[in-house]
Structures are given as structure tokens and as C-alpha cells.
């Protein structure tokens, strides 16, 4: 349908995007690629008094070496992710999740800071984040504060953000290890039923998409491996400690059994990559 | 001359379509346009106590807001009729004004000068609705206890036929097979919604654009609504996005936007939005089916004996035509001897279900398909073996079937020996048996089906008449919206008139031009529109002959048309093309001719048994025996139609209908919890499938004529639908045999397949 009335502004920088911001925080959004913002709007289950629009702050599109990291740009698109070259080498796992984002027309829209500030335990980029053990640059009217990606989801739809706050960067490690990521869904565009993003490189990790109401760590699975279990045993933990959700498409039951499968096959596929 | 008949001509309708410059109701632009947002019912059941509409009234821009008692409307009655001397008709309300019946029954009307007002001043509106106990399932509704929705019916029950009697169908049967089978309901998922605008023209009458495959049937009910003469009201449809089944017939929205129209004198305008369309518009399939068939060991069927549960949503309306349909084709290709077939349709608490493509053919072919493949497990046959032992035989035609089917002609064994030829069925099966042998995690399993559907009943409208400057103008009452019947009416009236393409202009979609017509549905046009197109156009021949003869001043048997010239037989110099003949009809002589008709001939081609077009389709699909995943790896149909008038046509048709067929068996579904909430309520969960969820068609043909009309032709606009399906879910289940699984309902999503392997203990799938 249609959003109820709203105020719309362009910010011009990301300090006036912050300034705007910081006038009412609560009652005011950022409008990123706007692909998770506008359809909640659209049904009327958001319902902003203004929208700060930040999608054409080219300053923030970019991806970047920084010394021993990746630094991308929060508005940088999934598509321009995916085709980075600097992401293709050191970070493919990011850049390959990028190109796994619904559609062509919503990796030409949406952004990574609109991914991960929104916080959606659905989607892809979080995950993938969180397997690289990346972190967060925040603005607020104060200044910049990082955030471990571990400590970033808090509660479905909720970060560590504070309203008056802007995400800027997202970091991860250059990564030279194994890596995969496993989206089981129907159809070539559909969000996740359940994903798998996994990253081995002496130490592994392993993040799980759609199963609890945040984006998150599969750490009984981690815990496993670091004590010396095969991917087999280790993966046979995925859901332990985990409420998935339940929904038309899948039982809470039916997310857990494909959780210890992907995260399976995603552990011989990154181990494999490795070599 | 060269004929048309058979040859890939492009579709001439494309360009505008292609270029996106096509215009749908959603482009029409009218000075003043008002703009109606529907409030509509959170509630599956129960009484209307009240609406307070002052609220909204105060909102800007609002023009009116309405309720069924403000508009006083006359529902829609049933479709088809029902049987005389049955009961009393129930009415599908314009508005209802005491009960709702189903989530997104409209209960209000906000006429708005623009849409977001409209949209803004909806939401202001309060529906007191005093909540009563909803029935959902079709096989509740039929519970003595359950909650009924018309009760001077004492029950859920709308229609009911019976076959057979005392006789058991399955008496002598070594072996019988049995079933319970959910083909379950569908959306039609249109590109373009349902949308509607009307408006006063200048001689005050009322203009009303829609979107729709039977304008006629608009009409009608425009009038009667309204207590208009025909003349009164025009109903014009421009480009429509799709219609499936969905989009013929009359919807309550439409009416109402008429009479809007009329009562404020202004432009009034509705389109659907996504979600408001997955519940506003009607819904396909929804059945419930338990089978019995028996057999003797050699295979050759004995009896079968079936219940068939129909649902029809919340109003009879138009779901009486699957229920009439299914029962008709109950059949199938087989010859089986004794048949008990109790059919019932019920009302639940759900929006309303009509004709969806296929519209009654794949739920009786996926009935039989199934339970032929059980009966192929239980015998430890091959099932296309059981098929072949079973197969009605060219010489059988025409074949009326137990449950009153004209079978018109077929070769059925034949389109299944060309399917398995096309398919390479021998190589399948040594691949799944090495795959079987392997113990592979993915699994291949092959299906195949065999069907029959009917297509072309009843009659259609068709006129030709020669320009002036000799060009061709058609007028059809079918109504394309995607069919390219401008293509296919040109090329029958290309070879009949010995014409160019460009030389004929097909006029169709508009009342105030076309004098009356029943519209473009049920594989229908290209053989009645078709037929009605060459028997008139004929008749033009014959009168163009008469006035050739009075021109050329020779006798009427020695004028023949030739290479597009009408001559005397022997005596070419002297020819006439058709502008001098049409110049001729002008004339004093002319008309003494042929009277003041001129070059003119209709006919209204009827069909009143129809035609049975079949065919043979099979999957090759590959189940993750782990997550349940199926893949569908290769779709061969062999169809037949009859005579191909255009292959690019037959084709596209084919892939329409095969991907429809696809998005049932494997990833479609409208549900609702037991408070009768759609659990699909957006296109995100509904997931209908797209080009990347399918292989390439694979398709192939036998061409067994029909008698029934001078073409040749059978409809092939649903075969997709009917075929694909029981294809699809054979060889789901073909691949699961090994693992003791006999059956798993559609939609055969990954959960539920996984979940018949965990049962089955398939290792791979245990928790
Ligand atoms: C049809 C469809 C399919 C999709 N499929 C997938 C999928 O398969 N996988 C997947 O992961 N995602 C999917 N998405 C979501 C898509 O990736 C979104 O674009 C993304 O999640 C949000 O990014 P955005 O730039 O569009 O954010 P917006 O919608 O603009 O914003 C989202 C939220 O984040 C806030 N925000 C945005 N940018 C910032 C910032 N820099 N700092 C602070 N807050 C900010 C906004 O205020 C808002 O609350 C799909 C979306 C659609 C419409």
C-alpha cells in the first residue's frame, strides 16, 4: 500500500545526516537502499515522522584495504560489494554473500549499513560479518565508537546503535582461509530459510541466518571444533541452544535438522576451499 | 496460393506490449478521476452489527464513503445455473450489509479525490463485526456440528452429483489401491491485479474500462445493477496483464465502481493492490479427494470409486465450475468399466474460489494420475506399462465416458509412445537404477502422466466485413488478453479471404462494437473464435463470388477466387481484387446484389459438446534425501490439440500452462490459519516461482484432429496446468519409493518431502 504522511530530507554529508538524525531520534530514520525500510512503512508497521535520506552519500560507498583489514562504506550496494575486487581478494566470503542477496534489482538498491543496522536475522550480510569476526563504525553526535559484530545483535530488529546513531564502516579481517556459505531457500530470490556462513582458518567460526531472533553464532559448533571434532560431530550441535523461528515455510524443528546439514556442508566446503 | 495454416507467424500484437506503450486500466488517464480504497474484513465470520463511517467522512479529500446499505446493490448470482428445480440461487453481495463471510469480504467503499486519500481516510473506517466461530477446512464444513454459513441450506453443502449406485465398482478387483489427495487452492497471481474505472460519458452513458476476459459478462451485470439498457453502458477492456481463469465472469468490485460512477457523476476508479488482489480476487483448485481403484493383476482396471470435495470459498458464485468440471473428467483416459463418483461442493469461510487455468481438469487428473501410480507400485509394474494396458484406443472414439464426457477423437497410447521416445524414458531408468544402487544422497526420480481435458464449449461470435479500400475487418467476441488472437483470427481469415496479414484488422473488447460475445477463457477462442472467424469469412467469399459475377458479367459457378482475385474460371485477364469488389458492393448495382448488408457475414459458432485435447507429460526431478530439496531437472510434454493453426503460439501457451502446473506441484499454496487468515498474504510467502526455478521445456507433438469444427483445432491453453502436475508429484514420489514413501500432498516443498523421509527413517534425514 501506501506509507502514512511523512517528511522526507536529503542529507548532503554524513554530519548532517547525523545532525538531522539527532533532532528526534526516535521519531526519525535513516533511508538507506530503503529495501527493508519502505515495504515495513508501506504496510504501516513503520512509521517514521521524517526520513533522512542517505542513499546517494557517495563518500560512504566504498571498499577498501585498511592495513590488515576491509573497510567498506555502510551505503556501498550489494552489487558493488560483490563486483569489489579488493573484497573478491581478501574477503570473498563477503563479497560471494553479496551476489546471494535477493535479486538483481534489491543488490542494486540495497546497502550493507542498511543490512546489518537493520538487524534482520534473516538476512545474509550480518552472518557473514559476524563468520569473519568483523566490527562496526558507529557516528553519533558524540563521535565514532567500533562495535564488535559479536556484540552488535541484541534482539530482533535491535542493535547496539543508539537512534541517534549512524553506522559509517563495516571492517572485517583480510581473510586468507577456507570459507562457504550455505543458503537453503526456494526460489533464487527468497530470503534464507536457514544459512550457514562459515569461515576456517586455524580458528573457525560459524554463523547461522534465521535461526533465533538476531543474526548469530553458532558457538556449541565452534566450541566442538575447537576441541578437535570432525565437521560431522561438530555440526551435529547447529541448533543447540537455538529457538528457531517457525513459519509457512519451515517448522522450528524442520530449521534445526537444516541447520546441522548446511552447517555440515558448509564446514567440508570451507575446509575443502582452504586446501 | 501458400496457406497460413501451420506457419510461425510472429505475433502481431506484440509491439506496443514489448515497448511497454500498451495501455491497462492503471494507464487510462480521465480528468477528475476519484479513487475508491475497499474496507475490508479482518474477520472470517460473522454478523455486521455496525459501520461508523464519521470519522472518515471528516478526512480531506474525501468524496463519499459508502456501505452496502447506501448502495442498495443486487448480488451476483451462481455460475453455471443451477440444476431446475434445485434450491433457492444465493447471492455474492455488492457490499454486504449483515454477515461477513471470509477474511477481505468489503464491507465499505471510500471514494476519495486521490488515492492516498482514500487510502488514509480507509483506515479511519470501524467495521463492528460481532465475531463467530469460522469453518476453514472443506472436510470441517462438512461436519454435522460445523458452523454454517447460509443456513436456510441446513449445511455447507452448495451442489452435489452422484454416479453409480448399488452395483460395488471394485467387485472382482485382485487388487485395489487407496488414496486421499489435497489439490490444493491456488492464486492466479496475475501480473496485472483487478482494476476497474467507469465514468458518465457526454450522452450520459456509463463507460466502464475494465480488466477482464468476458465484458459481456460485465455488461450484464452493469445493467441489471443498475437498471440500464444495454445501449446505456459500454464496457471496454484494453491490455490486460494475465487473467487465468480469474478475470471472467463479474466481481462485486466492478459493479460497485459502476454504481459509484453513476450516483456521483465523476470518474471512479479501483486497482487492486498485491495483497488486496491475494484475497479479492477468486482462488483455483481447493480439493479434497479420496480414491479407490481396483485392478486385476494383469493391470487392466476394473472400477474406481471416489469422493470429490470441491471447495467454494465463502460464496457459491463461481466455484460450481471446477466442481462441474473435475466430476466431467473424473474419467481420464482409461477405459473403467464401473465408477461410483459422489461429488460435493462446499462453502468455508475463505474468499471465494472460481475458475482457475485448468479449472477442474488437473484436479481429476491428479486424482487418477496418483492413484494409477499407487496401483502401478502395488502391481510392481512400470507405470507407463499399466498406462499402456489401460489407454482408450483410436477405434474407442467418439467415447462418452461414465460420467457423461463426449470424447471427440484422441490417439493417446500414441502421444505416450512419443513421450517416451522424446524423453529417452529406457536411459532414465538405467540412470536412477545406478543412482539407486549408489545409495547416492540425491536421488532421481521420473513421473509420467497421461490426460485428457475438454476445452471449447459453448459458442462464440464472429463477423467479417470488407472495407471499402477492401481491407478485412474481423469482430470476435472472444476477448484475448495474451493469447494472440489477433495473430491466430488473422491467419484463418488470411487464407480463407486469399488476403495479406496486414490487410486484416481484428476488432474485439468493446460493447459498443461488438455486438455480443461470451469472451476468452477455457481454451476456447482459437477454435470458436476461430471457427466463427472462417464460417463467416466464407460466407463473404461466397457473397464477394455474387457480386464478381454481377461485375464481370459471368455466370456465379464460373467465378473463382484465385490468388487473391476473384476471376472467371479460365479467363484470367479478367479479375477482380477484393477493393474493386468491395468498391462494387457500394454501388446501386452492388446492392441490388447482396442488399445492404454488403461484404458482410457473422455466424456464432457453437461447440455445445466440445473438444478433448490430451497428451503425455514427464518429470525428471532430483530429492536431496537430506534437506528434501527437490530440483526439477527436465519437463517433456507431448500435447495434442489437433491441427497447429500457429506453432509459436501452441508453444508459448504450452510454457504458460507448464509453469503454472510447475508452481502447484512444487512451491504454491493459499492457506489459512483456523481463523481464516491468509498464511500467504504477500507474493514474498506466497513464492510463486520465476524463469530461475525452471529447466527449459522440452516439447512434442501428435496431431489428432477434431471433427467438432472446420479447423481441426482443439483448445490448448490449460494442458500445461492439467499434465505437469501429476507429472511432477509421480516422480517426487518415484524417487521416494525406495524409502517406502506412497504419498506426500502437494505442494512438494522441501519441508514436507524431508518430513516423509524422516518418517521413513531415511538416514540422512533422522534428527
Ligand atoms: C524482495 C526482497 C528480497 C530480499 N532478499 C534478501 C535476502 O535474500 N537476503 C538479505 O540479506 N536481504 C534481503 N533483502 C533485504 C535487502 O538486502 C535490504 O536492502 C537490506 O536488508 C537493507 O538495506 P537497505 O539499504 O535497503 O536499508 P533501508 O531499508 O534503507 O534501511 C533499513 C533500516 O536500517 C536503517 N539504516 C539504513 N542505513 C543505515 C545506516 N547507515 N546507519 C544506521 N541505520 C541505517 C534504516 O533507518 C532502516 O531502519 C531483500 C529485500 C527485498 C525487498
Same mark, same amino acid.
Given at each position: 500500500m501506501i506509507p502514512a504522511p511523512f517528511e522526507y530530507r536529503r542529507a548532503g554529508s554524513v554530519d548532517e545526516a547525523v545532525a538531522l538524525l539527532a533532532e528526534d531520534p526516535d521519531e526519525r530514520k535513516l533511508l538507506a537502499?530503503?529495501?527493508?525500510l519502505l515495504p515495513l512503512m508501506k504496510l504501516r508497521l513503520a512509521t517514521p515522522t521524517v526520513l533522512v535520506d542517505?542513499?546517494?552519500?557517495?563518500?560512504?560507498?566504498y571498499v577498501r584495504e585498511d592495513g590488515d583489514h576491509v573497510a567498506i562504506g555502510a551505503l556501498t550496494r550489494h552489487c558493488d560489494l560483490e563486483a569489489a575486487p579488493v573484497a573478491r581478494e581478501h574477503a570473498p566470503l563477503l563479497s560471494h554473500v553479496a551476489g546471494q542477496v535477493g535479486d538483481p534489482q534489491v543488490r542494486h538498491r540495497g546497502t550493507i549499513g542498511g543490512s546489518v543496522a537493520h538487524g /534482520?536475522?534473516?538476512?545474509d550480510l550480518p552472518a557473514a560479518v559476524l563468520a569473519l569476526g568483523g566490527s562496526f563504525v558507529v557516528q553519533g553526535p558524540q563521535g565514532h565508537r567500533e562495535l564488535a559484530a559479536e556484540d552488535f545483535f541484541q534482539g530482533f530488529l535491535e542493535t547496539?546503535?543508539?537512534? /541517534?546513531e549512524m553506522l559509517t564502516e563495516i571492517r572485517v579481517p583480510k581473510s586468507g582461509g577456507g570459507w562457504a556459505f550455505q543458503k537453503f531457500n526456494r526460489r533464487a530470490q527468497d530470503w534464507a530459510i536457514v544459512g550457514v556462513a562459515a569461515s576456517v582458518n586455524g580458528s573457525s567460526r560459524v554463523a547461522l541466518v534465521n535461526m533465533g531472533p538476531t543474526p548469530l553464532r553458532a558457538r556449541a559448533v565452534e566450541a566442538a571444533l575447537a576441541a578437535g571434532a570432525s565437521a560431522e560431530e561438530a555440526a551435529s550441535?547447529?541448533?543447540?541452544g537455538l529457538e528457531p523461528p517457525a513459519d509457512v515455510q519451515a517448522s522450528a524443528e524442520y530449521r534445526a535438522h537444516l541447520a546441522r546439514v548446511l552447517v555440515r556442508r558448509a564446514l567440508e566446503e570451507a575446509t575443502a576451499r582452504r586446501g | 496460393m501458400q496457406t497460413l495454416f501451420g506457419f510461425p507467424v510472429a %505475433?502481431?500484437?506484440?509491439d506496443p506490449l514489448l515497448r511497454g506503450v500498451a495501455k491497462y486500466v492503471a494507464d487510462l488517464e480521465r480528468p477528475g478521476t476519484t479513487h475508491v480504497v475497499f474496507v475490508r474484513s479482518?474477520?472470517?465470520?460473522?454478523?455486521?452489527?455496525g459501520i461508523d463511517v464519521s470519522e472518515a467522512l471528516e478526512m480531506?479529500?474525501?468524496?463519499g464513503v459508502f456501505t452496502g446499505a447506501d448502495l442498495g446493490l443486487p448480488g451476483i448470482g451462481e455460475?453455471?445455473?443451477?440444476?431446475?428445480?434445485?434450491r433457492a440461487e444465493i447471492f455474492r453481495p455488492?457490499?454486504?450489509?449483515? +454477515?461477513?463471510?471470509?477474511?477481505?469480504?468489503?464491507v465499505a467503499a471510500v471514494v476519495a479525490e486521490t488515492y492516498a486519500q482514500a487510502v488514509d481516510a480507509a483506515e479511519l473506517v470501524v467495521a463492528d463485526i460481532e465475531d463467530e466461530p469460522a469453518v476453514v477446512d472443506p472436510l470441517a464444513a462438512l461436519e454435522p456440528d460445523a458452523p454454517v454459513l447460509f443456513p436456510e441450506l441446513g449445511s455447507n453443502v452448495v451442489r452435489e452429483a452422484h454416479l453409480g449406485g448399488d452395483?460395488?465398482?471394485?467387485?472382482?478387483?485382485d487388487v485395489v489401491v487407496r488414496g486421499r489427495f489435497v489439490n490444493q487452492r491456488l492464486a492466479a497471481v496475475p501480473l496485472e491485479p483487478n482494476g476497474t474505472l467507469a465514468y458518465p460519458d457526454e450522452d450520459g452513458r456509463l463507460v466502464c474500462w475494465v480488466s477482464s476476459q468476458s465484458p459481456f459478462q460485465v455488461l450484464g451485470a452493469v445493467c441489471r445493477a443498475l437498471g440500464r439498457? +444495454?445501449?446505456r453502458v459500454r464496457v471496454v477492456v484494453p491490455a490486460? #496483464?494475465? #487473467?487465468?481463469?480469474?478475470?471472467g465472469g463479474v466481481y462485486p468490485e466492478q459493479v460497485i465502481v459502476a454504481a459509484l460512477a453513476d450516483r456521483l457523476g465523476r470518474p471512479v476508479r479501483h486497482i487492486e493492490t498485491r495483497s488486496e488482489n491475494l484475497l479479492a480476487m477468486s482462488q483455483g483448485r481447493g480439493a479434497v479427494q479420496d480414491v479407490e481403484l481396483g485392478a486385476r493383476r494383469d493391470g487392466t482396471l476394473v472400477g474406481m470409486r471416489a469422493r470429490m470435495v470441491t471447495e467454494f470459498g465463502?460464496?457459491?458464485? +463461481?466455484?460450481?465450475i471446477a466442481f462441474a468440471t473435475s466430476r466431467l473428467m473424473a474419467n481420464g483416459v482409461y477405459r473403467i468399466p464401473n465408477m461410483e463418483l459422489t461429488a460435493l461442493g462446499v462453502v468455508t469461510n475463505t474468499p471465494p474460489v472460481g475458475p482457475y487455468r485448468g479449472a477442474g481438469r488437473p484436479e481429476a487428473a491428479a486424482m487418477l494420475e496418483r492413484a494409477m501410480d499407487l496401483l502401478a507400485g502395488e502391481l510392481e509394474m512400470d507405470p507407463v506399462e499399466l498406462r499402456r494396458r489401460n489407454l482408450l484406443r483410436p477405434?474407442?472414439?467418439?467415447y462418452v465416458t461414465p460420467t457423461g464426457a463426449s470424447y471427440d477423437s484422441g490417439d493417446y497410447l500414441g502421444a505416450l509412445e512419443e513421450l517416451v521416445k522424446e524423453a529417452g524414458y529406457d536411459g532414465l531408468r538405467a540412470e536412477q537404477a545406478a543412482r539407486r544402487a549408489a545409495g547416492d544422497r540425491v536421488q532421481l526420480g521420473i513421473g509420467v502422466s497421461t490426460f485428457v481435458e475438454v476445452s471449447g464449449t459453448g459458442s462464440e461470435y464472429g463477423s467479417v466485413r470488407i472495407a471499402p479500400d477492401g481491407h478485412v475487418v474481423c469482430v470476435t467476441g472472444a476477448s484475448p488478453h495474451g493469447q494472440g488472437h489477433v495473430t491466430t483470427f488473422s491467419q484463418v481469415l488470411a487464407d480463407a479471404?486469399?488476403?495479406?496479414?496486414?490487410r486484416i484488422e481484428v476488432v474485439h473488447s468493446d460493447t459498443a462494437v461488438v455486438p455480443r460475445g461470451t469472451g476468452?477463457?477455457?481454451? %476456447?477462442?482459437?477454435?470458436l473464435g476461430g471457427s466463427a472467424a472462417l464460417v463467416a469469412g466464407q460466407a463473404v467469399v461466397e457473397r464477394a463470388r455474387q457480386l464478381a459475377a454481377d461485375a464481370l458479367e459471368a455466370a456465379e459457378e464460373d467465378v473463382v477466387l484465385a490468388e487473391g482475385q476473384f476471376a472467371v474460371a479460365g479467363v484470367p485477364s479478367r479479375s477482380l481484387s477484393w477493393a474493386d469488389v468491395a468498391r462494387h458492393a457500394e454501388t446501386d448495382a452492388g446492392r441490388t446484389v447482396?442488399?445492404?448488408?454488403?461484404l458482410f457475414a457473422e455466424e456464432d459458432f457453437d461447440q455445445a459438446d466440445g473438444t478433448y485435447p490430451f497428451g503425455a507429460h514427464l518429470a525428471v526431478v532430483e530429492v536431496?534425501?537430506?534437506? #528434501?530439496r527437490v530440483e526439477l531437472r527436465r519437463i517433456v510434454a507431448v500435447d495434442d490439440?489437433?491441427?497447429?493453426?500457429n506453432p509459436i503460439i501452441v508453444a508459448g501457451q504450452v510454457h504458460g500452462g507448464l509453469l503454472q502446473g510447475i508452481a502447484q506441484a512444487l512451491f504454491e499454496e493459499v492457506s489459512f490459519d483456523e481463523?481464516?487468515?491468509? +498464511?500467504?498474504?504477500?507474493l514474498i510467502e506466497y513464492g510463486a516461482p520465476t524463469a530461475a526455478e525452471v529447466p527449459s521445456y522440452e516439447l512434442g507433438h501428435t496431431v489428432t484432429p477434431t471433427p467438432?469444427?472446420?479447423?481441426?483445432m482443439k483448445g490448448v491453453g490449460e494442458a500445461g496446468t492439467v499434465g505437469a502436475t501429476p507429472a511432477i508429484q509421480n516422480a517426487v514420489l518415484d524417487a521416494l519409493a525406495p524409502y517406502g514413501v506412497t504419498h506426500v500432498d502437494l505442494p512438494l516443498g522441501p519441508m514436507k518431502v524431508w518430513q516423509a523421509l524422516r518418517d521413513a527413517g531415511v538416514p540422512g534425514a533422522a534428527p
Open positions: 537502499g530503503g529495501h527493508s542517505v542513499g546517494r552519500l557517495a563518500e560512504l560507498s /534482520d536475522p534473516a538476512s547496539a546503535m543508539a537512534p /541517534d550441535r547447529a541448533a543447540e | %505475433r502481431l500484437e506484440d479482518h474477520i472470517a465470520h460473522g454478523r455486521l452489527a480531506p479529500g474525501v468524496v455460475f453455471p445455473p443451477l440444476p431446475p428445480g434445485s455488492c457490499l454486504t450489509t449483515d +454477515r461477513v463471510r471470509h477474511v477481505g469480504e468489503a452395483a460395488d465398482p471394485l467387485a472382482g478387483a439498457d +444495454r445501449d490486460v #496483464g494475465g #487473467g487465468f481463469g480469474a478475470k465463502a460464496y457459491p458464485w +463461481r466455484g460450481a477405434e474407442d472414439f467418439p479471404l486469399q488476403v495479406p496479414l496486414d476468452t477463457f477455457g481454451s %476456447r477462442s482459437g477454435q447482396l442488399g445492404d448488408d454488403g536431496d534425501t537430506e534437506t #528434501g490439440c489437433g491441427r497447429i493453426l481463523l481464516g487468515n491468509p +498464511r500467504a498474504p504477500t467438432r469444427n472446420p479447423l481441426g
